[in-house]
């Protein structure tokens, strides 16, 4: 088997495994910040490890800021959290928008896209913004719902662009729109209402979110197909 074809496929059993370890500990409710935050931060810290070589850069730097994100959270930095995944919001969205570039978009598309992107956005506008207190962290929010909305669109987008009738980016538009739906449930229950079960469904919408934009994003040209 090629090097690029193990490398794949370690990574995602990695990244499987990681998430499992994530939703089942073995410490139990003992255990401490430092061992929560790496099994937080593991499965995204194995997807920058393993995307050197199979992924653009910006995807593996997008994966790097989402650990770093993870981390800040551990530690109680909601501001540090936020700005980590807003950083990798930029870097997803560059990737997009370069693959975007140049492609025949139908303008239906484009319109539906843009519509569909637009409805949680303009919910969070209107539920989730009023009801934060912090005016910085209120701006932050929202700058941070625009590069999140930007994702998803971009990623959607990427379907409709010179890549269209191919399956991988259709995975990695899923993986833009789990993103925002992971990080709409956690601001929801953060600062409007709370929500049943919420921390379960804001990890396995994140983690979801992850493995698709990698495989959505992978160098397919550089894996050997088999003959």
């Known amino acids: 088997m090629d090097k690029k074809r193990i490398q794949l496929c370690a990574t995602i059993v990695a990244f499987l495994l990681a998430a499992l370890w994530f939703f089942f500990p073995l410490g139990g409710p003992s255990e401490g910040h430092?061992?929560?935050a790496m099994r937080l931060a593991l499965p995204a810290i194995l997807l920058t490890a393993g995307s050197i070589g199979l992924l653009?850069?910006?995807?593996?730097?997008?994966?790097?800021?989402c650990a770093i994100g993870d981390a800040m959270g551990v530690i109680g930095?909601?501001?540090?959290?936020?700005?980590?995944?807003?950083i990798a919001h930029i870097c997803f969205i560059l990737f997009f928008l370069k693959d975007i570039r140049g492609g025949k978009i139908q303008p239906s598309a484009f319109l539906f896209t843009t519509l569909l992107c637009s409805l949680p956005l303009i919910l969070a506008m209107v539920k989730v913004l009023p009801a934060i207190q912090?005016?910085?962290?209120?701006?932050?929010?929202a700058i941070y719902a625009l590069?999140?909305?930007?994702?998803?669109w971009t990623s959607i987008i990427r379907t409709q662009?010179?890549?269209s009738g191919k399956v991988i980016p259709v995975v990695a538009a899923l993986g833009g729109s789990f993103f925002l739906i992971s990080d709409f449930i956690l601001a929801w229950n953060k600062f409007t209402a709370h929500i049943p079960n919420a921390s379960f469904l804001i990890m396995s919408t994140y983690y979801a979110a992850l493995l698709f934009l990698f495989v959505g994003t992978l160098r397919v040209s550089q894996i050997p197909q088999k003959n």
């Open 34 to 36: 430092l061992l929560f």
């Open 56 to 65: 653009p850069r910006q995807m593996t730097f997008g994966f790097l800021f």
């Open 77 to 86: 930095s909601f501001e540090g959290q936020m700005g980590s995944f807003a």
């Open 134 to 141: 912090d005016l910085l962290i209120r701006i932050g929010c």
């Open 147 to 152: 590069l999140l909305s930007g994702t998803m």
């Open 161 to 163: 662009s010179v890549l």
